[in-house]
């Protein structure tokens, strides 16, 4: 937190002070994706993802990919008995698009099985971010900190299977 500024903690939020000299947090700097030089928070994303039905739970990261705008996948968990299908996919991208914006459309969307969060049940967008990045699993995140360390494992084999 002291390394960016020294002496001055930074604490990751995006804020802004306002001219009645309060504060307005729109969320995790960490947690933005800029899309086309629009910034969007991934808790816009989530809401809009997670206001269809048969979405229970989501992850979205954006990876720098050479020559293109980079690829943003979104991660489903969906409810008991529902399956990705064509139209569910369909249904998910029109929301995002008319909720958030046309260029924070995922490029994939991939149903998982759980989203891996720590013991206080924050997202783990950027050691997910890390590892489909290269990063070795146990350099982005800390399994024992972990509610359900092994829903890291889809990520660590997707990596695997994007480098080969």
């Known amino acids: 937190y002291f390394s960016m500024y020294p002496g001055v903690w930074r604490h990751g939020d995006w804020i802004e002070i306002t001219e009645r000299g309060t504060a307005i947090i729109y969320g995790r700097s960490d947690s933005t994706i800029n899309r086309g030089g629009v910034r969007m928070g991934t808790s816009e994303i989530y809401r809009a993802v997670l206001d269809v039905p048969e979405v229970v739970d989501a992850l979205v990261v954006d990876l720098p990919r050479a020559g293109t705008d980079g690829w943003m996948p979104l991660f489903v968990v969906l409810r008991e008995g529902e399956e990705l299908t064509d139209e569910l996919v369909a249904r998910i991208r029109r929301r995002v698009r008319e909720d958030c914006s046309p260029r924070h459309v995922?490029?994939?969307?991939?149903?998982?099985?759980?989203?891996?969060?720590?013991?206080?049940?924050?997202?783990?967008?950027?050691?997910?971010?890390?590892?489909?990045?290269?990063?070795?699993?146990?350099?982005?995140?800390?399994?024992?900190?972990?509610?359900?360390?092994?829903?890291?494992d889809y990520f660590v084999d997707l990596a695997a299977d994007e480098r080969s």
Not at 112 to 129: F, H, W
């Open 106 to 152: 995922p490029n994939e969307i991939r149903q998982i099985a759980a989203v891996p969060r720590t013991l206080s049940g924050k997202v783990l967008e950027v050691p997910v971010k890390r590892i489909l990045s290269g990063t070795p699993a146990e350099q982005a995140a800390s399994r024992e900190s972990l509610a359900n360390p092994e829903a890291l």
